[in-house]
């Protein structure tokens, strides 16, 4: 049974500064001449806007008001890839809520919808960068769109989708993921490793590409490896930095 409904919402929020907002016909050409999707009936005005994209119905709304200092600050504590980001968005003026409606594509589909729509408000517009409490992700606008690229080549943004965490302990080093279940897979652990972090976060970072990449669902019991002859043991039970069953792997 899947962990998560197949046809949640799935939404984010780009912030702009100074009054900022997105220009509506910017997005809809950069969709249609950059992404070469289908847009249309659309709907609304320069403040909400929703259409139809490749099936899928996205809705667009602008918010003329900050996204709350607190709510930034509890995921830009753990956001390493943005150590500025507190500093960059406590004067943010307003944001955009982009949602991919409940629709019948897969989950990958759509996110990779909800990220297009997502990249062409970025270039529309001055935003500053991206909120998405659900994945628990803050991304500034450059780094963003530079991620975005890899849709062209239809290879598996995995740093617009999912967190990965990384902890230093006494007992070696640890990473895990945060978001997957939006892809109704369990979250993966990697504890008390003596590989680097970044060794870590290199290898997750590629096993979470192919489990989102080819719907792979991870069973406990079972092996996983990037090669040929590696075989790492795949073990599910109480997550450690993860609420809920997650998976670990021993590395």
């Not at 403040?47 to 899928?56: P, V």
């Not at 809705?59 to 996204?67: E, T």
């Not at 956001?79 to 809520?97: M, Q």
Request: with cysteine.
């Amino acid at each position: 049974m899947s962990e998560v409904a197949e046809n949640n919402i799935l939404l984010a929020m780009p912030m702009f500064n100074n009054g900022g907002s997105f220009n509506v016909r910017e997005v809809i050409d950069n969709l249609k001449s950059k992404w070469g999707l289908e847009v249309v009936n659309v709907e609304g005005d320069e403040h909400i806007i929703t259409l139809d994209i490749n099936g899928e119905t996205v809705a667009l709304a602008y918010m003329p008001v900050p996204i709350p200092l607190g709510d930034i600050e509890g995921i830009a504590q753990y956001a390493y890839n943005w150590p500025t980001a507190v500093d960059d968005l406590k004067y943010h003026t307003g944001h955009a809520i982009v949602s991919v409606m409940a629709g019948k594509k897969s989950v990958l589909e759509r996110f990779k919808i909800l990220s297009k729509v997502i990249g062409s408000v970025l270039i529309a517009s001055d935003a500053v960068g991206l909120y998405d409490g659900n994945q628990s992700l803050l991304i500034p606008k450059s780094q963003y769109l530079a991620n975005l690229e890899v849709l062209e080549y239809d290879d598996i943004p995995v740093s617009l989708w999912i967190y990965i965490g990384l902890q230093k302990r006494q007992a070696g080093n640890c990473v895990y993921t945060y978001g997957l279940k939006a892809f109704q897979k369990k979250e993966i652990e990697i504890i008390d490793s003596n590989l680097t972090l970044e060794e870590l976060f290199d290898f997750l970072f590629s096993v979470v590409s192919y489990i989102i990449g080819s719907d792979i669902t991870l069973k406990n019991g079972e092996t996983i490896g990037l090669t040929a002859d590696q075989k790492i043991s795949v073990i599910v039970s109480k997550g450690r930095f993860v609420e809920g069953q997650s998976i670990k792997l021993k590395l």
